[in-house]
Nanobody, 121 residues
Framework: VQLQASGGGLVQAGGSLRLSCTASGGTFSTYHMGWFRQALGKEREFVALISWSGSTISHADSVKGRFTISRDNAKNTVYLQLNTLKPEDTAVYYC???????????????WGQGTLVTVSS
């Protein structure tokens, strides 16, 4: 499956963005989907994941209450709503697909190209 992420950009602290990730070439509704991010000079970290049906969701503690993952299987798209952004949220955000539900990036077989989110103070 191929994943295409979009929606990143430059935003002031306290602002919002919505990231999208559209899948093609596979059966999107059979995959659990995750969002990860990697800041400059840091390791990639888990942000959020959602089960294939959308019934189970998990968010990292660092974004809980500010970010929300969702999906629309009819549109083959997973979203990440980013609210109350902070400068420390600045990173390249990646979407990924897995058949095994979990927050470890090692579980994910397919990755999008990433979209850059920059939060200015």
């Amino acid at each position: 499956v191929q994943l295409q992420a979009s929606g990143g950009g430059l935003v002031q602290a306290g602002g919002s963005l919505r990231l999208s990730c559209t899948a093609s070439g596979g059966t999107f509704s059979t995959y659990h989907m995750g969002w990860f991010r990697q800041a400059l000079g840091k390791e990639r970290e888990f942000v959020a994941l959602i089960s294939w049906s959308g019934s189970t969701i998990s968010h990292a503690d660092s974004v809980k209450g500010r970010f929300t993952i969702s999906r629309d299987n009819a549109k083959n798209t997973v979203y990440l709503q980013l609210n109350t952004l902070k400068p420390e949220d600045t990173a390249v955000y990646y979407c990924a697909a897995t058949t095994r539900y979990g927050s470890s990036d090692k579980l994910y077989n397919y990755w999008g190209q990433g979209t850059l989110v920059t939060v200015s103070s």
